[in-house]
């Protein structure tokens, strides 16, 4: 009973971590198909999707998001930042910006457009130091160091994501008309958004890759087999197995 019990409980975090990672992969293409097909164009940034028809997509994935995130388990005191990105994650998705118009929301309406778009952008922040966390101290132990490269790799690449997509902001908001215009018409804070969520997910892919290749090696000659491991004989998916062999 405790063996089964053991392997179905493996089985759901695995399926819930590709679930998570392909969310993370596949949401920017679906934001940007969304957007063609319901305003022909490419929204300014990820959170402007609260403001429009993708609204149901961009908090439902958020919401996804942080609920995995919060289910994560814990090894040390710095993990409970994981637990804490994950209710950030929520607080995005609650939490407007500045974008669209009147008090089309109820934390809007309960808090006010400038201090709901405040929580919104404390909130990403706090996920986004989250994410990078996991990418650039959680996840590489124990890692490979082709597979610590990928995570180095998505976790650099989330902070100078949201670094960039900061300073764009800044610069759509107050900067010269000249740089404001540039922000807009290129769409550049949206695209530096989706590269970050795109190395959330990879990074997700490949961590659960790793977790399962090595729960697969078989053990030691004088130590039986755990009967947790054939269960796990099966495909990680095309994704990672590309990355991490």
């Given at each position: 009973?405790?063996?089964?019990?053991?392997?179905?409980?493996?089985?759901?975090?695995?399926r819930?971590?590709?679930?998570?990672?392909?969310?993370?992969?596949?949401?920017?293409?679906l934001?940007?198909?969304?957007?063609?097909a319901?305003?022909?164009?490419?929204?300014?940034?990820?959170?402007?999707?609260?403001?429009?028809?993708?609204?149901?997509?961009?908090v439902?994935?958020?919401?996804?998001?942080g609920?995995?995130?919060?289910?994560?388990?814990?090894?040390?005191?710095?993990?409970?930042?994981?637990?804490?990105?994950?209710?950030?994650?929520?607080?995005?998705?609650?939490?407007?910006?500045?974008?669209?118009?009147?008090?089309?929301?109820?934390?809007?309406?309960?808090?006010?457009?400038?201090?709901?778009?405040?929580?919104?952008?404390?909130?990403?922040?706090?996920?986004?130091?989250?994410?990078?966390?996991?990418?650039?101290?959680?996840?590489?132990?124990?890692?490979?160091?082709?597979?610590?490269?990928?995570?180095q790799?998505?976790?650099?690449?989330i902070?100078?994501?949201?670094?960039?997509a900061?300073?764009?902001?800044?610069?759509?908001?107050?900067?010269p008309?000249?740089?404001?215009?540039?922000?807009?018409?290129?769409n550049?804070?949206?695209?530096?958004?989706?590269?970050?969520?795109?190395?959330?997910?990879?990074?997700?892919?490949?961590?659960?890759?790793?977790?399962?290749?090595?729960?697969r090696?078989?053990?030691?000659?004088?130590?039986?087999?755990?009967?947790?491991?054939?269960?796990?004989?099966?495909?990680?998916?095309?994704?990672?197995?590309?990355?991490?062999?």
């Amino acid at each position: 009973m405790t063996d089964k019990l053991t392997t179905e409980m493996l089985h759901a975090y695995h399926r819930c971590r590709q679930v998570l990672g392909y969310l993370g992969l596949s949401l920017p293409v679906l934001l940007i198909g969304g957007g063609w097909a319901s305003d022909l164009a490419v929204l300014p940034s990820v959170s402007d999707c609260y403001h429009s028809t993708l609204r149901d997509l961009f908090v439902g994935a958020l919401f996804a998001t942080g609920i995995v995130l919060c289910t994560q388990p814990m090894r040390c005191r710095l993990d409970r930042l994981i637990p804490l990105s994950g209710l950030a994650a929520v607080g995005v998705a609650l939490l407007p910006n500045e974008g669209g118009a009147g008090a089309d929301s109820l934390m809007r309406t309960l808090l006010g457009t400038k201090a709901a778009a405040m929580g919104h952008y404390l909130c990403a922040i706090l996920f986004l130091g989250g994410l990078a966390y996991l990418c650039l101290i959680r996840f590489p132990i124990d890692a490979a160091p082709r597979a610590r490269m990928w995570f180095q790799r998505c976790g650099w690449l989330i902070l100078c994501g949201g670094g960039l997509a900061t300073l764009a902001s800044v610069a759509k908001l107050t900067g010269p008309a000249a740089a404001r215009q540039f922000v807009i018409d290129h769409n550049v804070v949206f695209w530096i958004e989706a590269l970050g969520i795109w190395a959330f997910g990879l990074s997700w892919l490949v961590k659960d890759h790793c977790d399962m290749a090595a729960l697969r090696q078989p053990a030691p000659a004088s130590l039986p087999i755990p009967s947790v491991v054939a269960p796990f004989q099966i495909p990680m998916g095309p994704v990672a197995e590309r990355l991490v062999p």
